[in-house]
């Protein structure tokens, strides 16, 4: 199941989230304004871009990110986004974007007065610092009256580190981090909890089966994931015990087990602190007989 959401921060500064969940592609269309700079991060999984009424794609691959501008035309978002893959895009206007940088835009490209009217198109590498920015936009879990301020602070965190190319690109929250091998075990870590759903390592078990220490699984985990391994795992079962319920295939005893509760009453309590309703009653919604 696809979804999207927009998130105004500015006036000419909006965040939009696309997550797809589902077993089929999602695709998304939206008008963009003209002198919109785009920014679009692959987080997980991949999407393509589609140009020119289906004439040219372009893929964004995950833990990739895409840039583009054209001052000459509109660039309307076409974005067939595959099942299980992430997306965060930023859109801002050039006039927004230029007084951001203004006294720094000799180090940026596409600002300098010579490119300022050219179309501009960049894929790069999204550094593990700004993988923590992208994987907290998606983590939000604090208080609902701040939501904006905190997606303000973080769509301008992201930003910087994506053109902080003449400085360390890796310089992360965690100093752990800055060691790609150590970013390289803690998403194996996701992995392998991801493949065994139902009967989990202990945290000990998968320190020592991605080769760190339990203490540098347990933050580095937290700063890449915004969450505690199992608080990351509950989630992650719950949503694919929606899944399984969509599907219509299975009662909702069957999806607990699926998913590792042994007992129908720890499922049931579990999923309706997340949803805010019963599996029972998310299976009447959907209009699928039990």
């Known amino acids: 199941m696809g979804s999207q959401e927009e998130i105004k921060i500015e006036t000419d500064f909006i965040l939009l989230r696309f997550q797809n969940e589902g077993t089929e592609n999602f695709h998304v269309n939206r008008h963009v304004n003209q002198g919109l700079i785009q920014f679009h991060f692959g987080i997980k999984g991949k999407a393509k871009f589609i140009f020119n009424t289906g004439g040219y794609a372009l893929d964004l691959k995950e833990e ?3 840039l583009f501008y054209n001052p000459q035309k509109e660039l309307p978002l076409n974005l067939e986004i595959a ?3 992430w997306v965060i895009s ?3 206007s050039i006039q927004k974007f230029h007084s951001l940088f203004s006294s720094e835009s000799g180090n940026i490209p596409f600002l300098s007065d010579e490119n300022k009217d ?3 198109y960049t894929e790069s590498d999204i550094s593990p610092s700004m993988a923590i920015v992208l994987s907290q936009l998606f983590h939000y879990n604090l208080n609902p009256a701040i939501k904006n301020l905190y997606y303000k602070g973080k769509g ?3 930003l910087s580190l994506y ?3 003449s400085e360390d690109p890796n310089a992360a929250q965690c100093p752990f981090l800055i060691d790609e091998e150590n970013v390289v075990k803690i998403k194996k870590a996701k992995e392998i909890i991801i493949a065994n759903i139902a009967e989990p390592p202990s945290l000990e078990e998968l320190a020592g089966q991605v ?4 203490k540098k699984l347990k933050m580095g985990f937290k700063q890449i994931y915004g969450d505690t391994v199992y608080g990351f795992l509950l989630d992650y079962k719950l949503d694919y015990a929606r899944q399984l319920l969509d599907t219509g295939s299975y009662n909702v005893n069957e999806v607990g087990l699926k998913i590792g509760y042994s007992t129908g009453s720890h499922f049931i309590a579990a999923f309706k ?3 805010a309703t019963t599996p029972k009653k998310y299976l009447m919604s959907i209009n699928i007989t039990i």
Do not use: W
Not at 211 to 214: I, P, Y
């Open 64 to 66: 990739k990110a895409l």
């Open 83 to 85: 099942p299980n893959t």
């Open 90 to 92: 930023v859109l801002i």
């Open 118 to 120: 050219r179309k501009y």
């Open 156 to 158: 301008y965190e992201l």
């Open 163 to 165: 053109f902080n190319r």
């Open 211 to 214: 080769g760190l220490s339990l």
């Open 273 to 275: 602190k997340k949803f």
